[in-house]
């Protein structure tokens, strides 16, 4: 698979995230953990009916429990501080602080083996981050040190998806079916926490079950299959970048959805995120050119 590819399927999964926020809103009241045990239980189902399909078991017999106490923890711990932070602090702060992983998988990005940060990588990584704060502060009140516990836990959010994005790159031998595995891991714990903590609300009509089901098949369940590829084989660098603009298409689709209002903010950080993944591109573009005639020459 070639690298220009990779990306793009990667690139499927900040689509499928784009329709977190409506198919969250139409999956209430169902508390947090118990929405994350089923969406992952039908996620982690499907990835292990599709392995056993393409015959592909007996892979994950030869997946090391390291690469699985990894990936579940990559998973289950965004998720979990994700989760808490929103409910120690405001949705907006806190919101805006946990899409910092974006700009830290670009940063980390730099440390892998033969990867190379560019200052284009840095200035679209930026622009964009300032794109996404437009969006999620719009209505925010400002950060208040009353609510330090949350915006910390939100820290440990970003910090958690970056490490697991950019980590996945090294343990690119693991095959993507193993991802399914790591998604039946979450969900088991999900269901252990929410008994434990959450009162159950099961989701109501036809509109609640749905907008579950497909929050298990796409942004809980697919897009995690599609950025392991994209992480692993393509280039990590644009993918970073190109994150940003999930919070742009979630909102135009609660526009689209009559949940939210178009504004000029929305069409500023539309530009704002759409400069920094040219920028960005074009960086990446101008390394591949360099790689590409260093070769020639030692050729």
């Known amino acids: 698979m070639t690298r220009s590819r990779a990306t793009a399927i990667g690139f499927v999964a900040v689509l499928l995230w784009s329709l977190l926020a409506l198919l969250t809103v139409g999956s209430a009241p169902t508390p947090p953990l118990l929405l994350n045990a089923i969406c992952f239980s039908i996620g982690g189902t499907l990835g292990l009916i599709w392995t056993a399909a393409s015959g592909q078991l007996g892979q994950l017999r030869r997946v090391t429990w390291k690469v699985y106490a990894f990936g579940t923890v990559g998973l289950f711990g965004y998720h979990a501080l994700y989760f808490s932070a929103l409910r120690l602090a405001p949705a907006a702060e806190a919101g805006l602080i946990a899409y910092l992983w974006p700009l830290l998988i670009v940063l980390f990005s730099g440390l892998l083996p033969g990867e190379q940060l560019r200052r284009g990588h840095l200035i679209g990584a930026g622009l964009g981050f300032a794109g996404a704060a437009t969006i999620i502060v719009g209505g925010g009140s400002g950060f208040q040190m009353q609510y330090l516990p949350g915006y910390g836990l939100a820290l440990l959010c970003a ?123 074009r960086a990446s573009a101008s390394s591949s050119r360099r790689e590409a005639s260093s070769a020639t020459d030692k050729g």
Do not use: N
């Not at 193993?178 to 989701?203: K, Q």
């Not at 742009?248 to 609660?254: A, E, F, G, M, Y």
């Open 159 to 281: 910090l958690t998806w970056a490490g697991y994005s950019v980590i996945s790159r090294l343990v690119g031998s693991a095959p993507t079916s193993s991802v399914a595995v790591f998604c039946v891991a979450t969900a088991a714990a999900s269901w252990g926490l929410h008994f434990a903590l959450e009162e159950t609300v099961w989701p109501v009509g036809a509109l609640g079950w749905t907008s579950t089901l497909l929050l298990g098949l796409g942004p809980v369940g697919l897009a995690f299959y599609v950025w392991d590829i994209g992480v692993k084989q393509g280039d990590i660098q644009m993918l970073g970048t190109s994150s940003y603009s999930a919070p742009l298409l979630s909102t135009l689709v609660l526009v689209i959805a009559g949940i939210a209002a178009p504004s000029w903010g929305l069409a500023l950080a539309a530009g704002l995120i759409t400069l920094g993944a040219v920028i960005a591109a």
